[in-house]
């Protein structure tokens, strides 16, 4: 769906542009101008890459805005339409992680338990996942 875009915001034609805008104004902490650019390249981009990049980013740009339903649902998005995107790992990580530092402790663990059944060599698959994985 489309997200909200400031009155009067013209993004360019060229897409690696707006991916480079996006990338800096999440940088920089400009997350509702990020997030801007970045729905705009899912809607209108042809970049598969730059595609899965812009629901990784919404994630952790919701997630740093405190905004948990949106990251929710962009980590979901990304690990439902990229089980092969470059940022898998991270995103099971990074939202399994969140979901327990929100103190949904059944919700970590399913998206945790990923790591080992899926991906058992990754870097993530690590002593803080297995305490996680452990506690009751």
Known sequence: EPGPVT???VFSEDEVAVHDEALSDFRAGNYD???EAFH???NNGEIPEYK???VFYLANTYQRQGKAE???KWYEEYLTRFPDGVYFEE???TYGMYLYDLGELEN???VLQRIPNERPNSMYNNSRVRAIL???
């Open 7 to 9: 009155p009067g915001r």
């Open 33 to 35: 101008r990020a997030a």
């Open 40 to 42: 705009h390249i899912l």
């Open 52 to 54: 899965s990049e812009a």
């Open 70 to 72: 949106d990251a929710k």
């Open 91 to 93: 995103v099971l990580y």
């Open 108 to 110: 970590a663990k399913k």
């Open 134 to 136: 452990s506690e009751s």
